[in-house]
């Protein structure tokens, strides 16, 4: 009995946060370091980015007291994307350190602010690594994808967003939440063809593809486009929850899909009622009413009938 209890008593829950560069990271880490100080938790943010300068958030764990970019660029004469990858080589090799580093915070909730280099999460294996490493250490963490939501007005963008959060998540293994990021950008470069939970929820790509063909340069690749949407549904892992960091009820819900990925919802650490407890496990009947209210703030709508919509597609 001991020793199940010590067990429980040494898990450490977190996030470890990525995506591309300025799709809103470390604004993320700052916004949700402070909105969890609000809710009660001790949150401690580790600072994964060797290049990251001129924190916002008060860091806990800093890696560029182990390796920065500039020395490695400098000494090893590399440029940013080669320096980054032998970087995060260097940390995986020195993990002891970080293991050290975060022995020092006990009871705490974590924040991992990772780098932006998109190859690091789908095929370069220092990042999964660490990750792994860190779940041996009992830290159980959920993955936060963040992309930028206006990718969602270029159809050929959104699909190669499709296709690198697919491979993210393959590639990390670790329970994932995809975030759009900055909502209240979401038209700023263009309109929407369809309403947002078409695209938080992934659902038929074909649409997509039509509005494809009607561009003559994007036409001749309709066969790839085509297939890379089919890759795409056949896995059926991909959705996303819309996010303003500037939002509580938008924190709520995105805070409510990380709790329930990495259990941390089910773990004895705070007092919850029933209808909490309920509300996180069976979060999935509560997303559609919340992306309506999303869509209701930050998209322009045309006053069209489903059938007029349908007319036109």
Same mark, same amino acid.
């Given at each position: 009995?001991?020793?199940?209890?010590?067990?429980?008593?040494?898990?450490?829950?977190? $996030?470890?946060?990525?995506?591309?560069?300025?799709?809103?990271?470390?604004?993320?880490? $700052?916004?949700?370091?402070?909105?969890?100080?609000?809710?009660?938790?001790?949150?401690?943010?580790?600072?994964?980015?060797?290049?990251?300068?001129?924190?916002?958030?008060?860091?806990?764990?800093?890696?560029?007291?182990?390796?920065?970019?500039?020395d490695?660029?400098?000494?090893?004469?590399?440029?940013?994307?080669?320096?980054?990858?032998?970087?995060?080589?260097?940390?995986?090799a020195?993990?002891?350190?970080?293991?050290?580093?975060?022995?020092?915070?006990?009871?705490?909730?974590?924040?991992?602010?990772?780098?932006? $280099?998109?190859?690091?999460?789908?095929?370069?294996?220092?990042?999964?690594?660490?990750?792994?490493?860190?779940?041996?250490?009992?830290?159980?963490?959920?993955?936060?994808?963040l992309?930028?939501?206006?990718?969602?007005?270029?159809?050929?963008k959104?699909?190669?967003v499709?296709?690198?959060?697919?491979?993210?998540?393959?590639?990390?293994?670790?329970?994932?939440?995809?975030?759009?990021?900055?909502?209240?950008?979401?038209?700023?470069?263009?309109?929407?063809?369809?309403?947002?939970?078409?695209?938080?929820?992934?659902?038929?790509?074909?649409?997509?593809?039509?509005?494809?063909?009607?561009?003559?340069?994007?036409k001749?690749?309709?066969?790839?486009?085509?297939?890379?949407?089919?890759?795409?549904?056949?896995?059926?892992?991909?959705?996303?929850?819309?996010?303003?960091?500037?939002?509580?009820?938008?924190?709520?819900?995105?805070?409510?899909?990380?709790?329930?990925?990495?259990g941390?919802?089910?773990e004895?650490?705070?007092?919850?009622?029933?209808?909490?407890?309920?509300?996180?496990?069976?979060?999935?009947?509560?997303?559609?009413?919340?992306?309506?209210?999303?869509?209701e703030?930050?998209?322009?709508?045309?006053?069209?009938?489903?059938?007029?919509?349908?007319?036109?597609?």
């Open positions: 009995m001991s020793s199940q209890s010590g067990v429980k008593h040494s898990l450490r829950f977190g $996030q470890v946060v990525i995506g591309p560069p300025g799709s809103g990271k470390t604004t993320y880490c $700052q916004g949700m370091q402070e909105f969890l100080t609000h809710l009660g938790r001790k949150v401690v943010v580790v600072n994964m980015d060797p290049a990251n300068e001129g924190l916002p958030y008060s860091c806990g764990v800093d890696i560029s007291e182990l390796v920065t970019l500039d490695v660029m400098e000494g090893l004469k590399l440029g940013p994307n080669g320096g980054l990858l032998y970087s995060m080589e260097y940390v995986e020195n993990l002891d350190w970080l293991e050290n580093k975060l022995k020092q915070h006990s009871d705490c909730y974590f924040l991992f602010d990772c780098p932006g $280099q998109v190859e690091l999460y789908t095929h370069q294996s220092s990042v999964k690594n660490i990750f792994s490493q860190l779940a041996k250490w009992n830290f159980r963490l959920t993955a936060v994808h992309v930028d939501s206006h990718y969602c007005a270029d159809p050929a959104f699909i190669s499709l296709c690198t959060s697919l491979s993210t998540m393959l590639h990390v293994e670790l329970p994932h939440v995809n975030i759009l990021s900055k909502m209240d950008l979401i038209e700023q470069y263009g309109k929407l063809a369809f309403n947002l939970d078409f695209y938080t929820e992934v659902m038929d790509l074909t649409y997509l593809l039509d509005h494809l063909a009607a561009d003559p340069f994007f001749k690749f309709h066969h790839l486009n085509q297939k890379l949407a089919e890759v795409i549904q056949d896995y059926g892992l991909v959705s996303f929850v819309p996010l303003n960091v500037q939002d509580k009820d938008s924190m709520i819900q995105v805070l409510r899909a990380v709790d329930k990925a990495n941390y919802c089910f004895d650490l705070e007092e919850r009622n029933l209808q909490a407890m309920m509300s996180a496990a069976v979060g999935a009947d509560f997303q559609f009413d919340s992306t309506l209210g999303v869509q703030r930050y998209v322009e709508t045309g006053g069209k009938s489903v059938e007029e919509e349908m007319m036109n597609l």
